[in-house]
């Protein structure tokens, strides 16, 4: 079913686009009763599901995969950036994709994976470390004097 809305997606252009922008997140949904793939969530304190959604940058759906209600794995990742770009090289062999997406998807394997492909190029956030608000810190308090 997610090759079959990539394929929809890429029949919805009526002429070859020169790049795209792909938006690649995750995103809890809670669920009642017995469905398959349900999976407790400790940090959303209920049973649901995760699926991983794909929008283009103009908000239009490009595909999605339904799966437990937990962190994605690297391998994971790269599992579903392989079948998205591959159906999408099926149609567009030479568009410029730009991936945009969480820290969890710009992972050691995942941005590896990534930067290996020509034609792709990432925008991924970068999860917040103690030394990272530290030195965001350091630069706010030099600039407070600046905004006055």
């Not at 009763?33 to 699926?51: E, S, W």
């Not at 759906?61 to 990742?77: D, M, Y």
């Amino acid at each position: 079913m997610a090759g079959a809305l990539i394929d929809r997606y890429c029949a919805w252009f009526p002429t070859l686009p020169d790049r795209i922008t792909l938006d690649i997140a995750d995103t809890f949904n809670a669920v009642h009763g017995c469905q398959q793939l349900q999976l407790f969530n400790a940090h959303h304190d209920d049973d649901g599901l995760q699926p991983i959604v794909v929008f283009d940058g103009s908000g239009r759906p490009v595909t999605a995969v339904l799966r437990p209600a937990k962190r994605p794995s690297g391998r994971e990742i790269v599992t579903v950036l392989k079948r998205l770009i591959g159906c999408i090289r099926e149609t567009w062999p030479r568009v410029t994709i730009r991936l945009r997406g969480e820290s969890d998807y710009g992972c050691g394997d995942g941005l590896e994976w990534c930067e290996s492909q020509k034609g792709v190029r990432t925008i991924f956030g970068v999860a917040g470390t103690s030394a990272l608000h530290r030195e965001v810190e350091t630069l706010k308090a030099s600039t407070e004097p600046r905004e006055r």
